[in-house]
């Protein structure tokens, strides 16, 4: 199914941020529109102060790339914007070349649901550099958000571990969009399902739900309320058991229970939204036990998150399902990945390939040249480092990684270690070469990727520093750039 198409029925390509278009005619002008260039999607550091990131959003990526294109409408809204004088922003010619734009680039990606690292591209794009360009705006939308969420997912569902945990924040997400995109990342990260019933549709994500407090509130009497409920919905029975006193709503869930049995059906359990919920999960699953429900699940929602989760595991809470909603779908406590696009070649007047770096002075945000790739190594079932390096330079058979923020941080991997390169082609010259993996595939990549690394890295606070750095010969043409570009050497 067409998600995007679904949604939005219409075209996209204005996805973006103005100064693109605006780049786009001036390379388009001065003749550079053709020329090869070569660009990276990455981000500097791991969100939520965490030692990993997952990667989110290719597909929406994908679908978007196979249907760029400017349609009458676009080209027409073009014409209408001015520049500072008053004359028309775009010329004419310009926006014949948009109504005609087809992508031609190649593009080269991580999956979705690889565990990925600060300064590793997530997405390579390699063609002219006017469609280059164009394509930094709405591939930064599709993949930093979704990788954010996928990242909050999956530190959720390790703490809740091996507990399901349900993703519940439609209401309070950021619009529609970033309520779908939520629900879809969140899955991917691990959660067991949503609340959200249109991102079910459109993604094939299982549904949870059951009913509110002003469900109980319509009625006279609480368990009237919950006799009522397992009537019309025998088969999809928890109850919320907070609306007024939370353990004489257990006591009332337990009778409404065996009223339910009797019709030949079974209480699934109880949801508890406020309170002490390490205590009342306790004494709740006590009056469960002694009631006849074992079996009969306690779900928790209530403003949760990893730390509020893996603190009432350890107070012995007896929560078996967790309904995560605001700091998941929103990633409360850091709302933004810091994802960016970079050009790391361009092909020059002769037509070599010239590597590039951009300058700062923060060493985090020099920039790393070349077409990069990145290399896993894996030893004895575990991820043991991550190389960086230049897909035309090649990579030595005992490759030395240098972390560029600190050099005296090294790593040498023998040669016959297994590996995996990370950035898989999807498109070539245009055309998609990648069959895009179900959504269910993605969330399995998800946990088997976080099963091969060390406990360290996956813990919350002070995380360990996984390995990953530049391979050697790249590290020395980076220092060399940078040293040219600041009249230090040559």
Same mark, same amino acid.
């Given at each position: 199914?067409?998600?995007?198409?679904?949604?939005?029925?219409?075209?996209?390509?204005?996805?973006?941020?103005?100064?693109?278009?605006?780049?786009?005619?001036?390379?388009?002008?001065?003749?550079?529109?053709?020329?090869?260039?070569?660009?990276?999607?990455?981000?500097?550091?791991?969100?939520?102060?965490?030692?990993?990131?997952?990667?989110?959003?290719?597909?929406?990526?994908?679908?978007?790339?196979?249907?760029?294109?400017?349609?009458?409408?676009?080209?027409?809204?073009?014409?209408?914007?001015?520049?500072?004088?008053?004359?028309?922003?775009?010329?004419?010619?310009?926006?014949?070349?948009?109504?005609?734009?087809?992508?031609?680039?190649?593009?080269?990606?991580?999956?979705?649901?690889?565990?990925?690292?600060?300064?590793?591209?997530?997405?390579?794009?390699?063609?002219?550099?006017?469609?280059?360009?164009?394509?930094?705006?709405?591939?930064?939308?599709?993949?930093?958000?979704?990788? =954010?969420? /996928?990242?909050? !997912? %999956?530190? #959720?569902?390790?703490? @809740?571990?091996?507990?399901? &945990? +349900?993703?519940?924040? *439609?209401?309070?997400?950021?619009?529609?969009?970033?309520? =779908?995109? /939520?629900?879809? !990342? %969140?899955? #991917?990260?691990?959660? @067991?399902?949503?609340?959200? &019933? +249109?991102?079910?549709? *459109?993604?094939?994500?299982?549904?949870?739900?059951?009913?509110?407090?002003?469900?109980?509130? %319509?009625?006279?009497?609480?368990?009237?309320?919950?006799?009522?409920?397992?009537?019309?919905?025998?088969?999809?029975?928890?109850?919320?058991?907070?609306?007024?006193?939370?353990?004489?709503?257990?006591?009332?869930?337990?009778?409404?229970?065996?009223?339910?049995?009797?019709?030949?059906?079974?209480?699934?359990?109880?949801?508890?939204?406020?309170?002490?919920?390490?205590?009342?999960?306790?004494?709740?699953?006590?009056?469960?036990?002694?009631?006849?429900?074992?079996?009969?699940?306690?779900?928790?929602?209530?403003?949760?998150?990893?730390?509020?989760?893996?603190?009432?595991?350890?107070?012995?809470?007896?929560?078996?399902?967790?309904?995560?909603?605001?700091?998941?779908?929103?990633?409360?406590?850091?709302?933004?990945?810091?994802?960016?696009?970079?050009?790391?070649?361009?092909?020059?007047?002769?037509?070599?390939?010239?590597?590039?770096?951009?300058?700062?002075?923060?060493?985090?945000?020099?920039?790393?040249?070349?077409?990069?790739?990145?290399?896993?190594?894996?030893?004895?079932?575990?991820?043991?480092?991550?190389?960086?390096?230049?897909?035309?330079?090649?990579?030595?058979?005992?490759?030395?990684?240098?972390?560029?923020?600190?050099?005296?941080?090294?790593?040498?991997?023998?040669?016959?270690?297994?590996?995996?390169?990370?950035?898989?082609?999807?498109?070539?010259?245009?055309?998609?070469?990648?069959?895009?993996?179900?959504?269910?595939?993605?969330?399995?990549?998800?946990?088997?990727?976080?099963?091969?690394?060390?406990?360290?890295?996956?813990?919350?606070?002070?995380?360990?520093?996984?390995?990953?750095?530049?391979?050697?010969?790249?590290?020395?043409?980076?220092?060399?750039?940078?040293?040219?570009?600041?009249?230090?050497?040559?």
């Amino acid at each position: 199914m067409s998600t995007l198409g679904t949604v939005y029925r219409q075209s996209l390509a204005l996805l973006t941020d103005l100064y693109q278009l605006t780049m786009a005619q001036a390379y388009w002008r001065s003749g550079l529109a053709a020329r090869r260039s070569v660009f990276h999607l990455f981000f500097r550091e791991n969100p939520f102060g965490g030692g990993f990131s997952v990667a989110c959003g290719l597909a929406q990526a994908v679908e978007y790339l196979e249907k760029l294109s400017f349609d009458d409408g676009d080209c027409t809204y073009l014409a209408t914007l001015r520049g500072a004088d008053g004359e028309p922003l775009f010329a004419d010619g310009f926006l014949k070349y948009l109504c005609a734009f087809r992508l031609t680039c190649d593009i080269d990606a991580v999956a979705e649901g690889t565990v990925v690292f600060p300064r590793e591209p997530l997405l390579r794009v390699s063609g002219p550099v006017l469609e280059a360009q164009l394509l930094e705006t709405p591939l930064l939308n599709l993949v930093n958000f979704q990788t =954010l969420v /996928a990242t909050k !997912a %999956a530190r #959720v569902c390790q703490a @809740a571990e091996p507990d399901s &945990v +349900l993703e519940f924040g *439609l209401r309070r997400a950021q619009g529609i969009d970033g309520a =779908l995109s /939520a629900s879809r !990342a %969140a899955f #991917v990260g691990g959660c @067991a399902a949503t609340s959200n &019933v +249109l991102a079910g549709r *459109l993604f094939g994500i299982p549904l949870r739900g059951t009913h509110a407090h002003s469900w109980v509130m %319509a009625f006279g009497d609480e368990l009237e309320a919950f006799d009522a409920f397992a009537q019309s919905m025998p088969n999809n029975c928890v109850f919320l058991v907070d609306t007024y006193d939370t353990l004489d709503g257990v006591h009332k869930a337990v009778e409404a229970g065996k009223r339910l049995r009797a019709r030949g059906h079974e209480m699934l359990g109880i949801r508890l939204d406020s309170g002490d919920l390490a205590y009342l999960s306790i004494e709740a699953r006590r009056i469960l036990n002694e009631g006849g429900f074992p079996e009969a699940r306690i779900f928790a929602s209530n403003d949760l998150d990893e730390h509020l989760i893996r603190s009432l595991k350890h107070q012995g809470a007896k929560i078996s399902v967790w309904g995560v909603g605001t700091k998941l779908a929103t990633a409360y406590d850091e709302p933004a990945l810091g994802g960016v696009y970079k050009l790391s070649a361009l092909e020059d007047s002769d037509g070599q390939l010239q590597h590039k770096v951009k300058l700062s002075e923060q060493a985090a945000k020099i920039s790393n040249p070349g077409v990069q790739q990145v290399r896993r190594f894996l030893s004895q079932g575990e991820f043991i480092g991550d190389v960086i390096f230049d897909q035309e330079m090649g990579i030595a058979h005992n490759p030395t990684i240098i972390d560029p923020m600190d050099m005296s941080r090294r790593k040498t991997f023998s040669s016959g270690t297994a590996h995996e390169d990370l950035l898989v082609p999807v498109f070539r010259a245009g055309v998609r070469v990648y069959d895009v993996p179900s959504i269910r595939v993605a969330q399995r990549r998800t946990r088997a990727q976080l099963s091969c690394f060390h406990a360290g890295i996956r813990r919350f606070t002070h995380p360990h520093q996984y390995p990953v750095g530049l391979e050697e010969r790249l590290f020395q043409l980076k220092t060399q750039l940078v040293l040219e570009a600041r009249g230090l050497e040559g």
